[in-house]
């Protein structure tokens, strides 16, 4: 941390250093105040779409969450409502210093639409399933995605073992050898989805994805909360990373996820919000604390501290998605930065800024939000090249035109 000037220039950081370094002319300066840049929040797992559910699918476990409220209710949505509803998500990240979304949802073509029209930052992950999808059109968007847009990038994957058979699961194995790619997935999730996978294959779900080649070249797995020594090995040994979504597991009672293991075992750790239908809300400092504060309860006050929670929630989501060059704030590093405003009082006395943002930072302290040079969000004002307000009809238009 220190005290000085950040330069901007083709979406990059051209120059940080101490001040008076900097010559211009600059097409605009900004005046921070003493406040701190530091690199936006990584959402390493999302289903943006899904916030027209907010409210409206809520107190039932995942299974039930799913079949009885999800899913009737997914089969109704256009890509034309994915798009809104992609847009209403990503305003809810700005307002919560997030400048990149791992977003896993159907009508791609839509989410990629959403985060170009909005400037946003966006890896996309292919959730074909027994409903929908399949390895060639998971390899076609691949090929489309990866090259679509600076903003963009493409990950191979699948919604579930749960919801998944076999061969479409050896099909999408063949495509991870075939791009020597690595593979994402909702992974042990709960403990009836693991249950559910060795009654039919004799394996926990890390084992048997990975006896089909899944993860020969990496990847990783959303959630992974209910997962086995054998399961941590072969996470370590595929170099996999996890994605842990505490506030989505919390509400819908999935458990705890074993982080304080992972970060033991060096496997790397990323945070997502989940859906808005099972989080509700996408807010990352409530993300940060749940995921330092469930370890707590679980192995004492010592564990996983503001500074692990900090790499997770800045670097390791952006390394999950392929953005190698969005982790930390550098020269030639892409500007995804926010602005946190520390003459609040939750900031105040700056007796640890990192400790506060996690244990005590808010949504009220991001004052801007940029990406890839293009500020966003400043002072609770969106400059998404669209009107709030008819983002907020459109959603609501959608969720009540529903049967
Ligand atoms: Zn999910």
């Known amino acids: ?37 530091m690199p936006g929040f990584k959402n390493a797992h999302t289903h943006s779409g899904m916030t027209f559910l907010r409210s409206m699918a809520d107190d039932l476990p995942l299974q039930r969450w799913l079949t009885e409220q999800v899913f009737p209710k997914e089969a109704q949505l256009t890509p034309d409502d994915v798009y809104v509803l992609t847009k209403l998500a990503i305003m809810e990240y700005l307002t919560s210093g997030i400048t990149m979304m791992f977003d896993m949802y159907f009508a791609r073509e839509s989410i990629a639409q959403a985060a170009i029209d909005t400037g946003f930052r966006a890896a996309l992950v292919g959730c074909a399933n027994d409903y929908g999808g399949s390895a060639q059109e998971t390899a076609d968007e691949y090929a489309k995605f990866s090259k679509l847009n600076p903003l963009i990038s493409y990950r191979l994957g699948f919604h579930a073992e749960y919801t ?24 042990n999730e709960t403990r009836a989805e693991v249950e559910h996978c060795i009654a039919h294959s004799g394996m926990r779900t890390i084992e048997y994805l990975d006896s089909l080649g899944l993860f020969n070249y990496g990847g990783g797995g959303y959630h992974c909360v209910h997962v086995s020594e054998r399961e941590m090995e072969i996470m370590q040994a595929r170099k996999m990373s996890v994605i842990t979504c505490p506030g989505s597991n919390t509400k819908l009672a999935s458990g705890v996820a074993p982080v304080y293991e992972y970060l033991k075992r060096g496997i790397p750790v990323a945070i997502g919000t989940d859906g808005a239908a099972s989080n509700n809300c996408l807010d990352f400092f409530r993300e940060m604390f749940l995921t330092t504060g469930l370890q707590k309860l679980e192995h004492g006050a010592e564990a996983v501290d503001a500074i692990d929670v900090l790499a997770m929630a800045c670097r390791n ?17 892409q500007a995804d930065l926010i602005l946190i ?31 890839a040079g293009k500020v966003l969000y400043e002072k609770g004002e969106f400059f998404i090249g669209e009107d709030p307000a008819r983002i907020y009809a459109e959603a609501n238009r959608i969720i009540r035109g529903m049967k």
């Not at 051209?14 to 105040?33: I, K, N, T, W, Y």
């Open 1 to 37: 941390m220190f005290e000085g000037e950040l330069v901007v220039s083709g979406g990059r950081i051209v120059s940080l250093g101490a001040s008076g370094g900097a010559e211009g002319p600059f097409d605009r300066e900004v005046d921070c105040h003493g406040n701190l840049i």
């Open 164 to 187: 998944s058979s076999e061969p479409l699961m050896r099909d999408l194995s063949e495509l991870v050898q075939q791009l020597k790619q690595p593979f994402y997935t909702h992974l």
């Open 317 to 333: 989501g952006a390394y999950a998605c392929g953005f190698d060059d969005c982790d930390y704030l550098a020269v030639g590093k």
């Open 341 to 371: 405003d520390l003459q609040q009082p939750n900031m105040q006395p700056l007796n640890n800024i990192e400790k506060n943002i996690v244990y005590s930072g808010s949504k009220q302290n991001v004052a801007l939000v940029m990406i």
